[in-house]
């Protein structure tokens, strides 16, 4: 093991290092994952923060204006007066409780109905501003429509699918508990990955400082590899992919991944700062008496 | 030195990189069916 006598207290010292060091990459690459994976399974304020997004309600926003002008014109009433009802907060509003909803169903298995959007105002809005000699159709079914169309722009999923497939989960599963289970993945991977990084030390023995050239490779290969992903599924283009479903999801799948991306893309590079940090330091360590990486084992 | 950790993300990303290609359209049918499923119409 001593490097200074060249002899190695363990065969194939560098051989299992190397092993070690994919394994502690790969349990580096499960943390950031889990830690993930966790976020939106449990996080509510993540939920919240995509249904409040900005942009998202912007989008909604004009996708609702451009259903109700369309449908002012088919059926009669004034669009304005409707657009007062469906304000930006009421759709604030709207959106935080299905948020809240959805989080509960996600993190809980919790199948209670979706809160409905209903506004008493609406019905008189619409009634007033339509001429009825000439109207097509009763004001409730419009009405009804106005509803229809606003649920399905802030929630675009089948909601009913989603509580009976939850529903069926829950009966072969406990919904709360896995859930409480894989919060516990993020800090079983540090610990795999401790540990993983402990053996390596015990591996190069008394000059420990040797393991920061395998802990940084590790690290930064991770980093490395998490912003490779990231620049894949980004030329996947996965927004677009559920645009040509839904315009109004596509929009809150951006969000999310854009939240998510940032924690990912943090991760990494948290990684990558700890892992040249290794290399750097096991550098000014060895760098004055090799001319390679590995002349010192 | 500095490049050692390409030993590690080099090996990845490629099998990440063929995976995506060599079964993309495959997924991508099934994520389309999937949205399909879940999605209002």
């Known amino acids: ?297 | 030195m500095y490049f050692l950790p390409l030993t590690v993300a080099v090996p990845i990303i490629a099998v990440m990189v063929l995976a995506v290609l060599r079964f993309w359209p495959e997924i991508r049918k099934l994520l389309s069916i999937l949205i399909k499923l879940v999605v209002k119409a």
């Open chain 1, 1 to 297: 093991m001593n490097a200074q006598n060249g002899k190695k207290a363990f065969p194939y010292e560098r051989g299992f290092a190397w092993v070690l060091t994919f394994l502690l990459a790969g349990c580096l690459a499960i943390t950031i994952l889990s830690t993930l994976t966790v976020q939106i399974l449990t996080n509510a304020g993540l939920h919240l923060g995509v249904a409040t997004d900005g942009a998202v309600i912007d989008s909604q926003l004009s996708h609702i204006h451009a259903n109700v002008d369309m449908l002012a014109e088919e059926y009669g009433f004034s669009a304005e007066a409707v657009k007062k009802i469906i304000s930006r907060e009421e759709l604030l509003r709207v959106n935080g409780e299905i948020a809240a909803w959805w989080s509960h169903l996600l993190s809980e298995g919790d199948t209670a109905t979706m809160p409905r959007w209903y506004s008493p105002d609406l019905e008189e809005a619409v009634a007033s501003s339509m001429n009825r000699e000439t109207a097509q159709m009763d004001p409730q079914t419009i009405v009804a429509d106005l509803t229809e169309m606003v649920e399905r722009t802030v929630f675009p999923l089948r909601e009913t699918l989603l509580t009976t497939g939850m529903d069926l989960v829950n009966k072969r599963a406990d919904v709360p508990g896995v859930v409480r289970s894989a919060t516990k993945l993020p800090m079983l991977g540090l610990v795999m990955s401790l540990a993983v990084a402990g053996l390596i030390a015990l591996l190069m023995g008394r000059e420990m400082i040797r393991s920061l050239k395998y802990y940084g490779t590790a690290a930064a290969g991770t980093g490395f590899s998490v912003l490779g992903a990231m620049v894949i599924l980004l030329c996947l283009g996965p927004k677009a992919m559920v645009a040509e479903a839904s315009q109004p999801l596509a929009g809150e799948v951006g969000s999310l991944l854009g939240k998510i991306g940032w924690e990912a893309g943090l991760g990494a590079l948290l990684l990558l700062a700890a892992g040249y940090a290794c290399l750097i330091l096991y550098r000014r360590k060895y760098g004055k008496t090799i001319t390679g990486g590995d002349q010192t084992e």
